[in-house]
């Protein structure tokens, strides 16, 4: 006879923002397989309207004065989720924007892709609040499903290959995550963040195995975030994926990976942070040098972004690596500037090569075909590099300042290299915009309303660039997990 | 710490050494008396008719393969509910009811989506035929990033 199972606490309203979205994007995916003649111009609305609600709660969210966890302690409550949540909703609905357009501009009838956006969505925004390691592998899954889907939406066969590719690497990364949750719980008896976190600093005799469970977890949040030595995929899935997916996955699967690996080894494996901090370390100072490197070697916008997002991976680790709140809170605003920047480069790609033609010398003498996407261009290529004004420059300074002040002298020398070869090749993409004649006959966009889109990341980033203290202040709270 | 694990990788090693010893020894003494019909594939003890790489069956079946995981899953979870059903009252029947209630979403979209019906060819609105590749220009690439 087996006991009495008690019914947890149900307190929904945490995250009530994933079932609007997941709830949203089943209705969306039954009244279109109900009404087949539906336009995606009515799908593209149905979704904005469903992450407005759904970013609605999240504000309200950020009141909320209960438990610090709810539903049995697997989601988190804190002010950290809320405003992880907050950039992945914007994202979301920019990147539902860039697919409208896309997929209408090609004559391409994708009402799948609506639908599967909300669910990638969900699994993001649930992973920035999971504390439970269990639930964090849900959520890992529920986003990685949607997004190896979303990666092969196109009629180009590279497309096929993006996903095919994706799916495999994903698939194996998923393993090495769910081993690591299985050592975790060898070790320390529980799945919960808060309670490994519990388990581990007292005296544990599971210490060696913690280890190898935070290092098969670090494999498995490698990959999501593309950091050297796991980011084969990068390359190959960003170029050949349709680019408004691409805009859509690159910025928001890296701020939610990230938010759930900052949560997992600032928490869960804190009290071993001297063992980590140096893996991490190496890890991030390996993925700077080679994504910067390999990137000037390309010769496709899509892929040289791609590196570009590896070398920006490494930037954010020297954040976490600082394993205090400054490393949070840099690393966090980090996350908010570079999803603003890489969506923003790639609206800007959309654009520009509606037809996937991305190679760089295509991109040779648009300021005279299109002065308005030049500027956008350089301006996201400039804050990608790091240059003031803008919020790179602000995310690479606090990222710094929290890497020195914990001591990792080293890891900054480092990155502060990489950012100079960096910098390199983002000024030779603004030195062929600007300075080379047009070669072949290149006809960008002039659609209004992605133009209008690509504007808001683009005026967040000089915003976030002049004035940091909108971000830091909310992280001054934000960076507090709560378990 | 880590010399904790010297016994698992004793035991890897000797794992090792009794498979490959025991194969050899054991090749090395038996009598080898090959006949075509010890030859034969294995098929329950009849000759084998076809050679089964060559089977072909029509790509559709995909589409009864995805669903009987639906229901595969669906049934795999009903099982325990039903014998756990008076422990779990009102909250599982509930939780069941959440459960049942996705997939029956999942079964009503393949239902509307044509899923179901055999004789049409594919999924309405499905997969279009992939096109030619377009040009990629993979010369310069560097050996080490793919």
């Known amino acids: 006879m087996i006991a009495q199972i008690s019914p947890p606490e149900l307190d929904f309203l945490p995250v009530a923002p994933e079932l609007v979205l997941a709830g949203g994007g089943m209705a969306i995916m039954l009244a279109e397989a109900a009404l087949p ?17 759904a970013a609605g709660i999240t504000v309200a969210l950020w009141g909320w004065d209960g438990e610090p966890t709810v539903l049995a302690g697997m989601v ?28 209408d501009r090609a004559g391409e009838r994708r009402p799948e892709f609506f639908p599967l956006l909300l669910f990638a969505t969900t699994g993001m925004t649930l992973i920035a609040a999971a504390s439970d390691l269990i639930l964090t592998f849900l959520a890992l899954e529920i986003l990685s499903l949607s997004l190896y889907v979303l990666a092969g939406f196109s009629r180009r066969v590279t497309a096929s290959e993006a996903s095919m590719k994706y ?98 080894f600032n928490v869960a494996f804190l009290p071993l942070s001297w063992d980590w901090t140096p893996i991490v370390g190496v890890l991030a100072a390996v993925t700077m040098v080679v994504g910067s490197l390999l990137a000037i070697a390309q010769t ?97 300074v606090s990222v710094f300042r929290a890497a020195v002040d914990a001591g990792h002298t080293w890891v900054v020398i480092v990155a502060v290299l990489a950012s100079v070869v960096a910098a390199f090749f983002y000024l030779r993409v603004i030195v062929l915009v600007y300075m080379k004649e047009p070669e072949e006959e290149l006809q960008p966009d002039r659609s209004p309303l992605p133009a209008l889109t690509v504007a808001v990341p683009a005026v967040a980033t000089l915003v976030l660039g002049v004035f940091p203290g909108l971000v830091f202040g909310l992280l001054e709270t934000a960076s507090i997990f709560r378990w | 710490m880590l010399s904790d694990y010297l016994p698992i990788v004793l035991l890897a090693g000797v794992v090792a050494v009794f498979a490959v010893a025991s194969l050899a020894v054991s090749s090395m ?50 099982f325990p509910w039903a014998l756990t059903f008076r422990e779990l009252g009102l909250f599982g029947l509930i939780e069941m009811a959440v459960f049942i209630g996705l997939v029956f979403v999942a079964y009503a979209y393949v239902r509307m989506k044509g899923g179901l019906d055999w004789n049409v060819r594919g999924l309405r609105e499905g997969p279009s035929p992939v096109a030619e590749p377009p040009p990629v220009d993979r010369r310069r690439e560097v050996a080490g990033a793919r």
Not at chain 1, 171 to 200: K, M, Q
Not at chain 2, 40 to 47: A, L, N, R, T
Request: net charge positive; with cysteine; glycine share 8%.
């Open chain 1, 37 to 53: 003649r539906v336009t995606s111009r009515v799908l593209l609305i149905a979704s904005l309207l469903i992450v407005a609600g």
């Open chain 1, 76 to 103: 988190a409550t804190d002010r950290f989720a809320v405003l992880i949540r907050g950039v992945l909703l914007a994202v979301a609905a920019i990147g539902a924007v860039y697919g409208h357009h896309q997929f």
């Open chain 1, 167 to 264: 799916f495999l690497l994903g698939a194996f990364s998923s393993a090495f995550f769910l081993y690591g949750v299985a050592l975790a719980y060898g070790a320390t008896g529980t799945t919960s963040i808060g309670g490994i976190a519990r388990a581990l600093s007292g005296p544990s005799e599971g210490l060696p195995l913690a280890m190898v469970a935070a290092a098969l977890l670090a494999v498995g949040f490698s990959f999501k975030v593309a950091a050297v030595p796991f980011h084969m995929w990068t390359p190959d899935v960003y170029q050949g994926a349709p680019t408004a997916v691409v805009g859509f996955m690159s910025a928001a699967t890296k701020v939610a990976a990230f938010a759930a690996l900052i949560r997992v």
């Open chain 1, 300 to 396: 496709d916008v899509k892929r040289m972004l791609a590196y570009s997002s590896i070398a920006h991976a490494g930037f954010i680790l020297t954040g976490v690596m600082a394993a205090n709140q400054e490393g949070i809170a840099s690393a966090t605003f980090y996350l908010v500037a570079y999803a603003l920047m890489i969506v923003g480069a790639f609206g800007v790609v959309l654009l520009v090569s509606g037809d996937e033609r991305t190679s760089l010398s295509s991109y040779a003498g648009l300021a005279v075909r299109s002065p308005l996407l030049a500027a956008l261009l350089s301006l996201f290529l400039l804050s990608l590099a790091g240059i003031p004004p803008t919020a790179g420059f602000m995310a690479k």
């Open chain 2, 29 to 78: 003494l038996r009598p080898s008396r090959p006949t075509p019909a010890k030859l034969m594939p294995y098929e329950c003890g009849i000759v084998p008719e076809r050679d089964p790489r060559g089977e072909r069956f029509p790509v559709k079946f995909y589409v009864v393969a995805m669903l009987f995981i639906v229901f595969d899953i669906e049934t795999i979870f009903l």
